[in-house]
């Protein structure tokens, strides 16, 4: 029996959550005044957010900007009770059970270049975009060589890792390297004292320093991973079932262990989806299908696209502006119209916080979200959804967490 024959009697409403991560930005020069989701092409969310448009603070005042406080809020948690640290939910995503004294932290493979013993530069917190066997084959040194008391270091996906300490310095100070991209890093990496995460950054060195990967990139003139980089510290999450919550089985799309790590520890099925990268060649289609195809039997389901975030962190306004018409073409769009099987469905889409290219990182600044029912979608007309159209509407959730308890209400 083929899908369209299919007699679908689903009373229950279906929830849909679309996240463009890092979509929001700033109005550039470079686009006449107009930021990137008003230059992009973007048909589909501008349908949505012609049935309702606004902005939504989803990093509360004093949080750090990131994906791991953002989607939290966007899953209708808040994040000041519920954040522990964006490594304990990658930690989870990498099925890394953490005992109630570890301190997990996030390892990024990086690229510093020494000047001199003053002057050492944050060149890459991506070691240039390393492969994902790459930066295993460097794990495995580190695993070997690396060498410290109560410290484990686990595989991931391209330049993140995981660094697990039993009893570790929670408290100590550590720097998202996105956030210092280009900077003098000289005065952090040579302390000593009390901090001991710039030693375990300066031992890496001699490990790295002639790895037969960076050797290879060195010939190929590509940044190498030069450095370990710990960050994002924190003890293991304990977020009240999704389901308890509100009462819906749910689902979670996403290619970064982030954002599958608050899926798992929310008790949402992790769906995975073969090309799925985080990167701008991300498997569009396959996401969309897969979320469509878990919706047979789940109410609600997380979508998260990463592309957009990477191409702020680069730079590049051409690269996100890409991103975000792929997006809505392949992601929003295709959802969008397959939804229709369903009888009753609410769908919302986020940006999860703004990455402007002016600062290659996140912020915390109020960032644009949309969401529409069935019976809206029917007769939607015009709309735009962009950073001006969502301030325009008067409608502001000072509150992010409380976005998806209104959207199911
Ligand atoms: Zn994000």
Not at 171 to 185: E, F, K
Not at 274 to 303: H, I, P, V
Request: charged residues 25%.
């Amino acid at each position: 029996m083929s899908r369209g024959d299919r007699a679908i009697t689903y009373n229950a409403v279906k929830y849909v959550l679309l996240v463009g991560d890092g979509m929001g930005d700033y109005p550039l020069k470079e686009l006449g005044g107009r930021t990137p989701l008003e230059v992009a092409k973007t048909p589909n969310m501008d349908k949505i957010a012609s049935c309702h448009v606004g902005l939504a603070k989803t990093i509360p005042e004093g949080m750090e900007p990131g994906s791991d406080v953002a989607n939290l809020s966007l899953l209708g948690y808040d994040p000041r009770q519920y954040h522990t640290g964006r490594a304990p939910l990658e930690a989870a995503s990498m099925g890394i059970e953490l005992g109630s004294t570890d301190v997990a932290f996030r390892m990024n493979l990086v690229t510093l270049e020494q000047r001199s013993k003053d002057e050492i530069i944050m060149i890459s917190h991506s070691s240039g975009d390393i492969s994902t066997e790459e930066g295993r084959a460097i794990i495995a040194t580190l695993q070997d060589k690396l060498q410290v008391n109560g410290i484990r270091i686990f595989p991931g996906v391209a330049y993140r890792h995981l660094m697990v300490w039993s009893n570790g310095p929670l408290a100590a100070r550590t720097i998202p390297p996105h956030d210092v991209l280009g900077q003098n890093m000289a005065a952090y990496v040579n302390q000593s004292g009390n901090n001991p995460i710039p030693e375990l950054i300066r031992l890496s060195w001699n490990i790295l320093r002639d790895h037969p990967v960076n050797i290879s990139r060195r010939k190929s003139g590509l940044n190498e991973a030069n450095s370990i980089w710990p960050w994002g510290q924190g003890l293991p999450p304990s977020l009240p079932p999704f389901f308890e919550k509100f009462g819906l089985k749910g689902g979670v799309i996403s290619a970064v262990d982030l954002l599958k790590g608050i899926g798992i520890s929310a008790g949402l099925r992790s769906i995975y989806v073969e090309g799925a990268t985080g990167y701008l060649d991300t498997n569009y289609r396959g996401k969309a299908d897969a979320a469509l195809e878990a919706l047979e039997d789940l109410d609600f389901m997380l979508l998260h696209v990463e592309a957009p975030d990477e191409a702020g962190h680069a730079g590049s306004v051409e690269e996100k502006i890409q991103a975000i018409e792929a997006f809505d073409q392949e992601v929003v769009g295709r959802v969008l119209n397959e939804l229709k099987r369903f009888e009753r469905y609410k769908v919302m889409v986020a940006s999860d916080h703004l990455t402007p290219i002016p600062k290659r990182t996140h912020t915390d600044d109020p960032t644009p979200i949309a969401w529409a029912a069935k019976e809206e979608l029917e007769r939607a007309q015009g709309g735009e959804f962009s950073e001006r159209a969502a301030q325009a509407s008067g409608l502001f959730f000072e509150n992010g967490h409380e976005l998806l308890p209104n959207l199911l209400k």
